[in-house]
């Protein structure tokens, strides 16, 4: 089993639809949850951290939930600049690499 | 607009060639770290450095050479490289190794091996 998994996309969406990206983990141990997002042919960037109680940021939601082993995010009235790659990242313990899942990819159609 | 800089964007260089990636950044951060991307894959982790000294290598070629000058800067010594190392090279950092910090990201150098 990969040590984090995300669902496979591609997701196509109209605008101002709401979608949400599930991610799974497998390492007990892993304390820190990051969502990023990345645009075809460049760097990733960092969309946002996962807290235990969740957090939002503007449109966008996480959700962790350490018991499951599973992160979330939601996306509510998307936009066409929110067309991307978004990639699940797990740091495993307090001091492990960051583990990136494969990523799901967004398109937003008008 | 990234805080960490990395040059030269692109680079293309024939299997015997020396070259040398380049990566700034001026936040304070103490962790920086090298990344290989290949198309439609994640990033792989390289190497981290942490207060200037090399922490992990993650069983790297030694074909693959980092080095950490001071605390903003990072380079990537490239010899004789295959053709299979053309990818996409990432710079990151984090204000420390441990803890929640996230890691940022340069734009990258697309290095295409001949």
């Known amino acids: 089993r990969k040590e984090v998994e995300q669902d496979p996309g591609p997701f196509n969406v109209p605008e101002g639809a709401t979608v949400a990206f599930n991610c799974t983990y497998s390492?007990?141990?892993?304390?820190?949850f990051f969502w990023y997002r990345q645009d075809c042919r460049k760097e990733p960037k960092l969309l946002m951290s996962?807290?235990?109680s969740g957090n939002e940021d503007g449109r966008f939601t996480a959700q962790l939930n350490r018991a499951s082993q599973y992160i979330s995010l939601l996306i509510r009235d998307s936009k066409l600049s929110d067309s991307a790659t978004y990639l699940c990242?797990?740091?495993?313990?307090?001091?492990?690499?960051?583990?990136f899942g494969k990523g799901t990819k967004l398109s937003v159609k008008p | 607009d990234t805080e960490v800089t990395q040059t030269p964007k692109h680079l293309v260089m024939g299997m015997t060639n020396k070259k040398s990636l380049k990566c700034e950044q001026h936040?304070?951060?103490?962790?920086m770290y090298w990344y290989k991307q290949k198309a439609k894959k994640p990033p792989e982790l390289m190497f981290v450095?942490?207060?200037?000294?090399?922490?992990i290598n993650e069983s790297v070629p030694s074909r693959f050479s980092p080095e950490c000058p001071n605390s903003s800067l990072l380079n990537l010594h490239l010899h004789a490289l295959q053709p299979e190392d053309s990818a996409l090279y990432l710079c990151?950092?984090?204000?420390?190794?441990?803890?929640?910090?996230?890691?940022?990201f340069g734009d990258g150098t697309r290095l295409s091996i001949l």
């Open positions: 990151a950092s984090s204000q420390l190794e441990i803890g929640n910090q996230p890691q940022h």
């Open positions: 390492n007990s141990a892993s304390q820190s």
């Open positions: 996962v807290y235990s």
């Open positions: 990242v797990v740091r495993r313990g307090s001091q492990g690499n960051l583990i």
């Open positions: 936040m304070g951060h103490r962790a």
């Open positions: 450095y942490s207060y200037e000294k090399l922490s």
